[in-house]
């Protein structure tokens, strides 16, 4: 029942969004806005964010709505993998973020390889494509996201921290530290050593 709200405002929200897009009916138009007052409400009742903060979140997007993409980079050295230790919860994950615009998946990867570890990569190959909704992410978050891993290999650069990471290291698969499960899983972590072993194994997708 815990995540059955969040489920609830990710279809309102689209249903409201699309309305909101693609109405000419200035009923309707009022109907869809009386609509998004209610997904605030129930987002203000069953989180820690102000009005305001949620407001602006509901208002942030426009046109049909669609999944936010996060892009994740995968990089091994010596079969030890590339984490970065992240500021905002003191735990690790694979270097990455949500996809900015004018950037090509793989070049927002690269990017963010980059920003986060100090290191310099080539993307190699797609690895997977996951809903996140399907794996065991928490918290939920009250929009829909597809996650993109990317192997990449390393073409220059040091191991730097950056605006949102505090420490860069590779672990092999039994030296795994405390994950920061919001932004990848062990599960994750474990395919991505087994897609690294087997080249001939293709891309997984949900």
């Known amino acids: 029942m815990q995540s059955k709200w969040i489920e609830w405002v990710k279809k309102l929200q689209a249903i409201v969004q699309n309305g909101l897009a693609y109405s000419r009916n200035e009923y309707d138009l009022e109907r ?120 990449c290999e390393i073409t220059g650069g040091k191991p730097q921290t950056g605006l949102e990471t505090e420490d860069v290291a590779f672990f092999g698969w039994d030296e795994i530290p405390r994950l920061s499960i919001t932004k990848v899983t062990p599960v994750q972590i474990s395919k991505m050593f087994e897609l690294n072993e087997n080249d001939r194994i293709q891309a997984e997708f949900d």
């Open 32 to 151: 869809y806005k009386q609509l998004r007052e209610i997904v605030a409400d129930i987002l203000e009742n069953h989180t820690n964010h102000d009005p305001e903060t949620i407001d602006n979140f509901l208002s942030s997007d426009s046109g049909y709505r669609t999944p936010k993409v996060d892009v994740r980079g995968v990089v091994f050295c010596d079969d030890k993998i590339l984490l970065v230790k992240e500021r905002s919860d003191g735990k690790w994950t694979l270097p990455g973020g949500w996809a900015d615009v004018c950037l090509s998946p793989s070049e927002n990867v690269v990017k963010e390889i980059s920003e986060e570890s100090g290191y310099q990569t080539k993307a190699l190959k797609l690895l997977a494509v996951y809903d996140r909704d399907k794996h065991d992410h928490t918290p939920k978050f009250p929009f829909h996201v597809y996650k993109l891993f990317f192997l």
